[in-house]
């Protein structure tokens, strides 16, 4: 067994689309509308699903917005440098909501940031031991 994708509704397709795109730099690997239920799903990820685990983007037409629940927590992305990474995110208009820096009673380097939906993605900085 593997993870295929996890599923996140979104109120604005086209400016998800563009944050996990253009801000976190994952593929859209592909998008349909389904007409008759009225919603549009789409995929995104940083590698083809055969081998990687991706986000499913579902956009309900007539569902401008949700509100966030209590039990999701959050995506979580490695990435080389949690710093640089906020950084990017900051200077394409994303919002860092906690900056890189040694997780509570931990080493490990992380961050938050938000998608236009207010889904928090963690920052997990590579350990240099990890390479």
């Given at each position: 067994m593997r993870l295929l994708h996890t599923m996140l509704r979104v109120g604005d397709l086209d400016r998800s689309l563009r944050f996990y795109t253009e801000v976190l730099g994952m593929r859209l690997?592909?998008?349909?509308?389904?007409?008759?239920?009225r919603?549009?799903?789409a995929f995104v990820g940083y590698g083809d699903e055969s081998e990687h685990s991706v986000i499913e983007l579902t956009h309900n037409w007539d569902t401008d917005h949700y509100d966030l629940g209590t039990a999701f927590g959050h995506i979580a992305l490695e990435v080389?440098?949690?710093q640089a990474a906020c950084d990017a995110v900051r200077a394409l208009g994303g919002r860092v909501t906690r900056e890189a820096g040694p997780m509570k009673h931990g080493t490990t380097v992380i961050a938050?940031?938000?998608?236009?939906?207010?889904?928090k993605i963690e920052f997990i900085e590579k350990s240099s031991t990890s390479a």
């Amino acid at each position: 067994m593997r993870l295929l994708h996890t599923m996140l509704r979104v109120g604005d397709l086209d400016r998800s689309l563009r944050f996990y795109t253009e801000v976190l730099g994952m593929r859209l690997l592909r998008k349909q509308d389904y007409p008759e239920g009225r919603f549009t799903l789409a995929f995104v990820g940083y590698g083809d699903e055969s081998e990687h685990s991706v986000i499913e983007l579902t956009h309900n037409w007539d569902t401008d917005h949700y509100d966030l629940g209590t039990a999701f927590g959050h995506i979580a992305l490695e990435v080389d440098n949690a710093q640089a990474a906020c950084d990017a995110v900051r200077a394409l208009g994303g919002r860092v909501t906690r900056e890189a820096g040694p997780m509570k009673h931990g080493t490990t380097v992380i961050a938050f940031v938000e998608d236009p939906d207010g889904y928090k993605i963690e920052f997990i900085e590579k350990s240099s031991t990890s390479a």
